[in-house]
């Protein structure tokens, strides 16, 4: 097809549309059905699991998976977008990435936490949760392509919304697949249905975005040795620019602290949620895990556009520092939930900010970029940022985790992320 022009209503719907299509992953595997999955493996007396050598606390060593795939992330996205940018053609990357996490959806069906087997279940979790990730790097860097400035907050809200819309869609069928069963070891089998279900619907759902997004300008070149580092080069030329934007630069320590907390949380709630609540009984905790998910999903709907509509009024940074408050507020309410009531309530809390900072923050950035059209190494320099956040966070979560064996004080320790997030947001100058 004709390549669309920038700002035009298909495109701009076409690349929100690729929301629809990927956050499946993050609702059912990363934030929901996997988690209350893999710790079913797990008999409540015995929380342990042997991998690489070495005993881990459950939760911990997924935690500690989780922030190495970030770690290889962080090292490739560079490399990726360098030989992107020299070849012209993103579109194949993000189709590559979004293929890998796709198999990696589907080959959790066989997800078992058996010596013999752990290790390749763990490289089926790895290959969706970078196949993810690794995608949005080409897909955020399209933003400033796609749209005129004056648009990328409301596209990106939209895209966002429709993110959470289709991936309720899809856990609500999920849920009706797992509660349809008696015998938990027919729900379990059930879930491990579901992951195959995400795997479809991404790499499907997916199609009508590759087909409408521009390839990029060919350049005729060839992939050579000399060209793979070139992203690096050019995160170093980012660097060297950002020490000239002052606004830029103090904008992305903010988002480097205030990130780091809330990614982390978003990729262990449930683990929280299912070890540190008195559920009651196994039903009711499975039951009241979806349910809190589902909430959080339908509030960000919400919480996303109420955002937007907020950062049109007072301003992208004073809306920020509101929204991190709540989650510092959130984080202090966390360390003391006991009760199922309690979790629900914080739940909607979480689902109110989380699409709001996560979409405002893109869209921030992506206005406080100088004049250039070398957006996918300056988008690169942010992804690099947010995962090198998400690997330390992890990492200090899990540390504190496996030592004292409590999610309770990892979770408050995160209340002082958002903390020095609100300082530095202060910092960031209107001009």
């Keep these: 097809m004709s390549e669309l022009k920038k700002g035009s209503k298909k495109l701009l719907n076409a690349w929100a549309f690729y929301d629809w299509a990927n956050s499946v992953y993050t609702l059912t595997i990363a934030s929901s059905i996997f988690p209350i999955f893999y710790s079913s493996l797990f008999l409540a007396e015995v929380k342990t699991v042997v991998a690489f050598g070495y005993e881990f606390k459950s939760t911990a060593l997924i935690t500690f998976v989780t922030a190495f795939t970030f770690l290889v992330v962080a090292f490739l996205s560079p490399i990726l977008s360098g030989i992107s940018d020299y070849i012209g053609n993103k579109k194949n990357f993000m189709k590559f990435f979004c293929y890998v996490g796709s198999v990696g959806c589907v080959g959790l069906y066989f997800f078992d936490k ?31 392509d796609i749209a005129h400035e004056e648009q990328q907050d409301s596209i990106s809200a939209k895209g966002f919304s429709l993110g959470y819309i289709g991936s309720v869609i899809l856990l609500i069928i999920n849920l009706a697949m797992v509660m349809s069963q008696e015998d938990p070891v027919d729900k379990v089998q059930m879930m491990r249905y579901s992951f195959i279900t995400v795997g479809i619907w991404w790499a499907g759902f997916s199609q009508y975005t590759f087909y409408v997004l521009p390839k990029g300008a ?39 602290v205030f990130s780091m907390a809330v990614q982390t949380i978003m990729l262990v709630a449930v683990y929280f949620g299912e070890e540190e609540i008195a559920w009651g009984s196994d039903e ?20 996303a556009i109420l955002t937007s509509k907020a950062s049109s009024k007072f301003g992208n940074i004073p809306t ?28 909607s809390l979480v689902g109110l900010v989380m699409g709001g900072i996560q979409s405002l923050a893109r869209s921030t950035y992506s206005k406080f970029l100088p004049e250039t059209e070398d957006t996918t190494s300056y988008f690169s320099f942010y992804d690099v940022a947010e995962k090198i956040g998400i690997v330390i966070g992890m990492l200090i ?18 209340f002082i992320f958002f903390l020095v997030g609100i300082i530095l947001l202060f910092r960031v100058p209107k001009k």
């Design 397 to 414: 979560y899990g540390f504190i985790d496996q030592i004292t064996g409590s999610m309770r004080n990892s979770i408050l320790f995160l």
């Design 320 to 347: 920020l520092i509101a929204v991190n408050f709540i989650w510092m507020c959130l984080c202090f309410y966390a360390y003391f939930m006991e009760t199922p009531v309690q979790f629900y309530i914080a739940a």
């Design 218 to 256: 060919s350049s005729g070149h060839k992939v050579t040795k000399d060209v793979i580092f070139n992203g690096f080069k050019e995160l170093k030329g980012v660097w060297i620019e950002l020490k000239q934007n002052l606004r830029l630069k103090r904008y992305l320590n903010a988002f480097f």
């Design 284 to 303: 009711a905790k499975t039951t009241g895990l979806i349910v809190s998910i589902l909430v959080i999903q339908l509030v960000a709907i919400v919480g």
């Design 114 to 144: 058996s010596p013999e087997e752990i290790h390749l279940s763990l490289l089926f979790y790895f290959m969706g949760l970078i196949g993810y990730w690794g995608s949005l790097v080409f897909y955020n860097s399209y933003l400033p």
